[in-house]
C-alpha cells in the first residue's frame, strides 16, 4: 500500500510539473520583475526605496482613484447580480427545447469581441443613438440624455459584458435545487417571496459568491470598456497604470500602483472567499 501510494505521488508531481513551470515563467517571474522595478526611486531606476509606494498611499487623489475603480465593481456586481438571478431562473424552469436559445443568449457576450460589444454600447448610448432616438420618438424627451461618457453609463456597459461570469454560476446553483424542496415550502403555505428568502437564497448562497467574484474581478479590471465607455471623463486604476508607464513614462511608479492594485483586489477576492465558504455551512445548515 505504501509503494502504491509513492508511485501515485511521484506520477502526480510529474504531471503537475509543467503547468508548475508555466505558472513560474508566465506569471511569478514577471510578477517578481515587476515588484524589482517599482522598488526604484526615479524613473532612470538608478536608486532602491519604497518611495513610489509612499507617492501613492500617502496621495488623496491616488487612493481616490483606487476607491473610485473599486466601487464600480461593486456597482457592476450588483446590477449583475439583480439581472443575473431572474435570467438564470428562467433558464432552469425553461423547458429543454428553449433553454438552448437562452444559453446562446447568455454566452453572447463571450463569443462577441470586447471592443465590438464596447463599440457596440456607444452607438447605443450616444446622443444620436438607439436609447435617446427611441425616447424622443416617443415624446419623453425634449433633448438627447446624456448617458454616454457618464458612470450610470459605463456601469450598464460593463454589467452586459461581465453578465455571462454572473449567470452561469447561478445556473449551476439553481440546477442543483431539489424541486420538492419548493413543493414542500409551497404545500407548507410559504408564498414565493418567502420561498425564495427561505429556500432558494440560503441553497444559491455559493453560485451567488462564486459569480459575485468573477464578475468583480473582470469588471475593476476591464480596460477597453473602461476607457471607450468612459471616454476620459473618469479616471480608473487600469487606466492610471496606463497613463504613468505610456505617456509620463514613469515606469517605477506604474510598476507600484500596479502592485497596489493587485493588493487591494486580492483583499477583496478574499473577502468573497471567506463570504463563499460561510455561504456553504449556511446553505447546509
Not at 447568455?106 to 443613438?129: D, M, Y
Not at 432558494?200 to 474581478?217: E, K
Not at 476620459?232 to 502592485?259: D, E, K, R, V
Request: hydrophobic content about 55%.
Amino acid at each position: 500500500m505504501a509503494a502504491s501510494t509513492n508511485i501515485a505521488t511521484t506520477y502526480g508531481l510529474r504531471l503537475a510539473a509543467p503547468l508548475a513551470i508555466f505558472y513560474a515563467a508566465f506569471f511569478l517571474a514577471p510578477l517578481l520583475i515587476l515588484f524589482y522595478v517599482s522598488l526604484h526611486v526615479d524613473p532612470e531606476m538608478t536608486r532602491f526605496g519604497f518611495t513610489q509606494y509612499a507617492k501613492f498611499l500617502f496621495d488623496p487623489f491616488s487612493l481616490a482613484v483606487l476607491g473610485h475603480t473599486m466601487w464600480i465593481g461593486v456597482e457592476v456586481t450588483l446590477l449583475c447580480l439583480v439581472l443575473g438571478l431572474p435570467l438564470a431562473w428562467l433558464y432552469v424552469r425553461a423547458p429543454s427545447w428553449a433553454q438552448s436559445t437562452l444559453m446562446l443568449v447568455i454566452l453572447l457576450p463571450l463569443l462577441t469581441s470586447v471592443v465590438v460589444r464596447t463599440f457596440s454600447w456607444i452607438v447605443i448610448l450616444g446622443r444620436q443613438g438607439i436609447v435617446n432616438t427611441t425616447l424622443a420618438s416617443l415624446g419623453l424627451i425634449d433633448a438627447p440624455l446624456k448617458l454616454l461618457y457618464t458612470e450610470a453609463g459605463m456601469v450598464v456597459a460593463l454589467a452586459q459584458v461581465q453578465m455571462p461570469l454572473m449567470v452561469l454560476p447561478l445556473i449551476t446553483a439553481l440546477s442543483k435545487l431539489d424541486p420538492s424542496l419548493l413543493d414542500a415550502s409551497s404545500a407548507l403555505g410559504a408564498g414565493e417571496w418567502r420561498t425564495f428568502r427561505k429556500v432558494i437564497l440560503p441553497l444559491t448562497l455559493p453560485g451567488i459568491v462564486a459569480g459575485c467574484l468573477l464578475t468583480y474581478a473582470a469588471a475593476i479590471t476591464a480596460f477597453i470598456t473602461q476607457t471607450l465607455v468612459g471616454g476620459g471623463q473618469m479616471l480608473f486604476m487600469p487606466m492610471y497604470i496606463y497613463q504613468q508607464a505610456t505617456t509620463l513614462s514613469n515606469w517605477p511608479f506604474a510598476a507600484a500602483i500596479s502592485i497596489i492594485f493587485l493588493g487591494a483586489v486580492l483583499v477583496a477576492l478574499s473577502l468573497f472567499s471567506l463570504l463563499g465558504r460561510l455561504s456553504k455551512g449556511y446553505a447546509h445548515a
